[in-house]
Structure formats: structure tokens, C-alpha cells
């Protein structure tokens, strides 16, 4: 089968398209035909070795020689064989979820990282959901608990995280405010944000405005400014990463200091891939509450450049490598 492997850290000329061994599921274990995946950030980050505590675990000068990188989590298809203890899925389902290795012709999965395609989306769409619908899911429902009523603001809305976070607020009946560039501003407000802030034209932080909670997507939001903005026992959760490491240390370790002093509660996580909550984002999208938005799609020789395209960090929702004989399906 067609994968894609990287035998060093770098840029995405690093990534090639070779022929492997197709995979056989284990006992637990799905093969699923890929019909489509996305590219989340730490695809590229594994391809660079950055950060470096990566690097730890996959190789410190290069991945293993017997173990070439591969990329790709997030992962849309059919089914082709399970293994001797699933009971949940049979060949022929439609299935979206995650896996290790989603940028190749076939992959194996565990079945509790999987859960039935709507039949409202196409594999593309589906591809595009998992890593970044949890992030958003989990940071609003369980960091900053959304509630009917309260003002909330998500920074970075047009991103991956983003778009999926401004449909999701609104879906918990929040007032939402949606911080993007120019060219994003009618697509932040067709997702359903009440306001749109173009972070080009104004400083949101200093716009005096208060809210109740805050979904940082981007992670550039300082600490000091978050506080700012938030009323008291207010929550800003960070869920994106600066490229350089500086800040996030900073975020980590400063945050939960200064959470009792300024009476404001600052948070970084990230989103732990549980089949029940990718269960309730299928739910919400087959009720048409949630559509995942698709910037660009690639062919799966083309991961390279879909990796350069998602690291420039400019892409209006996700990024999608479609294997699908029918491009959209």
C-alpha cells in the first residue's frame, strides 16, 4: 500500500510517498480503507522534532531506522476486516476516528477510537473532525464550562479548533465573539458568532469588553490581557500552541499562580480522544448543528504540500488528504 513515511526531522520535503506492508488488526483492532484524513498541528510538528521532548520518543536525530515516522490521526473510511474481539463494527461500515499512521492507503485502530460516519457526511468531512471537534468540545464543556447566557469569545475562530468551537458555543446557547483576520470575518459570522473582532484592525483585549469565558485556539493571548478581558471567575482556557516554546512555558507555569490572585482561572490542556465524545459530535452534526469546515483538500502524494499549507498557519478550518475515488465523498 501507498503511506507516508519520514526517515528525517525537517521541513515537508522531509515526507515521501513509498510503498509499505499493509497492516493486519490485532484482536481489538480495526482495518479501515482510508477515504480521506486532515492535518492537525502536530502532524507537522512530529515531521519537524519540534518540540523537542518529541524527539524523546520517536528518535532523537531521526526517527528509528526501523521505525520511519508516520503522520496523520485523524482518519475517515470503510472498513475492511476486523479483528477476533471487535464487536462493534463490521466490514463494509462507515467509520471516522483517529489512528496513528491516517496519511496511507489502509491503517489499523483500535475500536474504541472509532465511531459510525453520519450519513449526513462525506468522508472528507468526517476526516475533519475528530482532534480539533474534541478540542473545541472539551475546552467549552469541561475547561470553561459554556453555559445557556454567557459571553464568550473564541480566539483564533476561523481555524481548525476555531470553527468548530464558535458552531459548538452557540450550540450551548452562548453570546459568541469570534477573533479572526480580514478575509475570515464572513465565514467566522456564517458559522454563527454574534460579533466578529478582525484582529488586523483592533486589539480585542482592550476593546473593553468583559466575558465570561475565553477558548484560546491560537495561544497568543498573554496572561495579563486575558485578565483583562475576563470578569471575575472568569476562564480562559489555552488550547493552542505558540510555535515558539517560550510562551507556552510561560502559560503553563504562570497560569495556575496567578489563577487564585486575580480571582480569574487560566488553563492550558489538551483534548483527550474519547469515543463517547466523538459519538456526541456525530450526533450533533447528523442534527445539523455542526458542519465541519474544509479549507483545501490534497491527494495523499501531495501530503507535502498540504503539510506546508497547514504549518503556514493560514487555513480557514481544516485541511483534508482525500483517497477517495470521487473527490467530496
Not at 481548525?160 to 452557540?170: C, E, I, S, W
Not at 488550547?239 to 516554546?245: Q, W
Amino acid at each position: 500500500m501507498k503511506a507516508i513515511v519520514y526517515h528525517d526531522y525537517g521541513s515537508p520535503d522531509v515526507v515521501k510517498c513509498v510503498e509499505i506492508e499493509a497492516p493486519t488488526p490485532a484482536g481489538n483492532e480495526v482495518l479501515i480503507k482510508v477515504r480521506a484524513a486532515s492535518v492537525n498541528p502536530l502532524d507537522w510538528r512530529l515531521m519537524q522534532g519540534a518540540p523537542y521532548v518529541f524527539r524523546i520518543l520517536f528518535g532523537l536525530h531521526k526517527p528509528t531506522a526501523t521505525r520511519p515516522g508516520r503522520l496523520g490521526r485523524d482518519v475517515a473510511g470503510t472498513v475492511e476486516a476486523v479483528g477476533s474481539g471487535v464487536t462493534q463494527f463490521k466490514p463494509g461500515d462507515s467509520v471516522f476516528g483517529w489512528c496513528q499512521g491516517a496519511f496511507a492507503e489502509y491503517v489499523c485502530t483500535s475500536e474504541a477510537s472509532l465511531v459510525n460516519k453520519p450519513s449526513s457526511l462525506t468522508f472528507e468531512e468526517a476526516a475533519a473532525v475528530p482532534v480539533a471537534a474534541l478540542t473545541a468540545l472539551q475546552g467549552l464543556r469541561d475547561k470553561v464550562r459554556v453555559r445557556s447566557g454567557q459571553n464568550v469569545l473564541i480566539n483564533g475562530a476561523a481555524g481548525g479548533v476555531g470553527t468548530f468551537a464558535v458552531q459548538l458555543a452557540k450550540s450551548f446557547g452562548a453570546e459568541v465573539t469570534g477573533v479572526c483576520g480580514t478575509g475570515n470575518l464572513e465565514l467566522v459570522r456564517s458559522l454563527g458568532a454574534d460579533r466578529v473582532v478582525d484582529y488586523t484592525q483592533g486589539d480585542f483585549t482592550r476593546s473593553g469588553e468583559r466575558y465570561d469565558a475565553i477558548l484560546d485556539c491560537v495561544g497568543n493571548v498573554p496572561l495579563s490581557a486575558g485578565r483583562r478581558v475576563l470578569v471575575p471567575k472568569g476562564i480562559c482556557a489555552i488550547a493552542g500552541a505558540p510555535k515558539k516554546p517560550g510562551p507556552l512555558v510561560a502559560r503553563a507555569v504562570l497560569g495556575p499562580l496567578l489563577s487564585p490572585v486575580t480571582g480569574r482561572k487560566f488553563v492550558m490542556f489538551l483534548a483527550r480522544l474519547r469515543q463517547a465524545d466523538l459519538a456526541t459530535m456525530a450526533d450533533l452534526m447528523q442534527a445539523g448543528k455542526v458542519t465541519p469546515v474544509i479549507d483545501r483538500r490534497f491527494t495523499l502524494a501531495e501530503a507535502a504540500e498540504a503539510l506546508r499549507y497547514s504549518a503556514a498557519g493560514h487555513a480557514r478550518g481544516k485541511v483534508v488528504i482525500s483517497l477517495g475515488h470521487n473527490p467530496g465523498t
